[in-house]
C-alpha cells in the first residue's frame, strides 16, 4: 500500500507536466498562424504595405533562432520553470495588447514580444522533456511538435469566423486566454521535481575542449538544409492566405487552406516519428517529403485554384516531415547526447534566422510584382538546393567533434 500511494503522485505530478507541455506547444504557432487569413484586413487598417506587414511573421521567427543560440545562457541566468514561465506570459501579454495596439508600430512590437517567449519556450521545454520523460523521449516530443502544429490548425482555421464576430483587433488578442492558462497549467506542473532545474551552478558549463561547430563544415551544411526547409513552413504561413485571397478566394477559405495544410504537418510529423527507424539512411525519407514539397510548390504555379485542396496536402505532408527529418539528420552527427544537443541549438538557431528571410522576401516580392508565383519559384530552388545538400549525408560519415 505505501508503495502505491508513493508512486501515484508521481504519476499525477508527471500527467500535469505532460498536459503543461501540450498547453505550452499550442500556443507557440497561433500570434502567427492568424496573421496570414486577416492580413488584407490588417493592411487595410494600418496601411502596412506587404513587406511591413511581412515583419509580423520574421521578427518573431528571427528571435526563435536567436534563442536557440543562447541557451546556454538562458539557462544559467532563467532556468528552464522561471524561463519557460516567462515565456508564456510574454505571448499571453503580446497578443493581450493587440487589442488596443492596432497601428503598424504597435503591432510589430507585439510581434517580436511574441518571438522572445516563444523563443524561451523552445528553448527550454525540450530540455525539461528530456529530463522528466527519458524513456519516452520520443513519444513526448513528437506530442510536443504536434501540439505546435495543431495550434496553428486552430489558429488558422477560426480566423476568418473570428475576425467577423470581434474583428481582426479581437482576434489576434483573444490568442492570450490560452497563452495565460498555459502559463497557469505550467505554474503548478513545474513544482514536480523533474520540472526542477539540477543547481545551477553546478550546471555551467566548462570551457568545450571540442572543435566549434562554425568551424565544421557539415554543421553550417546542416544549417542551410534546418533553413531552407523551415523557410518553407514560414513562407506559407505568412503568404498562402493572403495568396488565394488574392485569387478571389474568400478569407475564410484561404484560413481553412492554411488550416488544412497544417493538418497534413501534423500527419507527416507522426508517420516520421513511427517510421524513420526502418530507415538507417536518412535520404530517402528526405528526398520523398522535398518531392512532395515540390510537387505542392508546382501546383501553386501552375494551377492553384483548380488543384488548391491536393496542393495544401502535399505541401503539408513534404514540409511536415522535412522538419523533424533535419534534426534528425543532425542528431545523427553526433553520438554524444548532450553535445548532440549543441548541436541542436546551432543548427535550429541558424536554421530559423535564415527561414526568417522568406516572409519578408515575398513580402518585398508582392509589394514590387503584385503577385507571389515568383516566391514560389524561388522556393521550389530552394527545395532543390536542400536536396543536392542532403545526398552528401550517407550513412557511415565520420562523427562531427
Not at 516572409?359 to 515568383?374: C, F, I, S, V, W
Request: charged share 10%; net charge positive.
Amino acid at each position: 500500500m505505501t508503495a502505491r500511494s508513493d508512486a501515484t503522485p508521481a504519476r499525477g505530478a508527471s500527467l500535469l507536466l505532460l498536459a503543461a507541455i501540450v498547453a505550452l506547444a499550442l500556443n507557440l504557432r497561433p500570434a502567427m498562424a492568424a496573421v496570414g487569413p486577416l492580413l488584407d484586413l490588417i493592411e487595410g487598417a494600418t496601411g502596412m504595405g506587404s513587406t511591413a506587414a511581412s515583419l509580423l511573421t520574421t521578427l518573431p521567427v528571427l528571435m526563435i533562432g536567436l534563442g536557440a543560440l543562447s541557451i546556454r545562457p538562458l539557462r544559467r541566468r532563467l532556468g528552464e520553470r522561471r524561463g519557460i514561465l516567462l515565456g508564456a506570459l510574454l505571448i499571453g501579454a503580446a497578443c493581450l495588447v493587440r487589442v488596443v495596439l492596432t497601428g503598424a508600430t504597435g503591432l510589430i512590437a507585439s510581434a517580436v514580444v511574441v518571438g522572445v517567449g516563444v523563443a524561451l519556450i523552445q528553448a527550454l521545454a525540450p530540455v525539461v522533456i528530456k529530463r522528466a520523460f527519458p524513456a519516452k523521449f520520443g513519444t513526448v516530443m513528437a506530442l510536443y511538435t504536434t501540439g505546435i502544429m495543431g495550434g496553428a490548425a486552430v489558429a488558422a482555421a477560426t480566423a476568418a469566423g473570428l475576425a467577423e464576430t470581434i474583428g481582426w483587433a479581437g482576434t489576434l488578442a483573444l490568442w492570450s486566454a490560452p497563452a495565460f492558462v498555459a502559463a497557469s497549467v505550467w505554474l503548478a506542473a513545474s513544482r514536480d521535481p523533474a520540472a526542477e532545474e539540477p543547481n545551477r551552478a553546478a550546471a555551467v558549463e566548462a570551457t568545450d575542449p571540442d572543435l566549434p561547430f562554425w568551424r565544421q563544415g557539415r554543421a553550417w551544411r546542416l544549417i542551410l538544409i534546418m533553413g531552407l526547409g523551415t523557410s518553407a513552413y514560414t513562407l506559407m504561413l505568412a503568404w498562402l492566405p493572403p495568396f488565394y485571397i488574392d485569387l478571389g478566394e474568400p478569407r475564410a477559405t484561404a484560413g481553412y487552406l492554411l488550416s488544412g495544410m497544417t493538418a497534413a504537418e501534423v500527419t507527416a510529423g507522426l508517420l516520421v516519428s513511427l517510421t524513420i527507424g526502418r530507415f538507417a539512411d536518412r535520404r530517402g525519407p528526405i528526398l520523398t517529403a522535398l518531392l512532395l514539397a515540390l510537387a505542392g510548390l508546382a501546383g501553386l504555379v501552375v494551377a492553384p485554384l483548380s488543384m488548391a485542396v491536393p496542393i495544401v496536402i502535399l505541401l503539408g505532408l513534404g514540409i511536415g516531415a522535412i522538419f523533424p527529418l533535419s534534426l534528425i539528420l543532425a542528431m545523427d552527427q553526433i553520438d554524444d547526447p548532450a553535445r548532440s544537443g549543441d548541436l541542436l541549438a546551432f543548427v535550429q538557431g541558424g536554421g530559423y534566422i535564415i527561414a526568417s528571410l522568406s516572409p519578408l522576401g515575398a513580402g518585398l516580392l508582392r509589394d514590387h510584382m503584385a503577385d507571389l508565383t515568383q516566391a514560389w519559384v524561388l522556393m521550389g530552388v530552394g527545395v532543390i538546393l536542400l536536396g543536392a545538400m542532403t545526398l552528401e549525408f550517407r550513412p557511415g560519415l565520420p562523427k562531427l567533434r
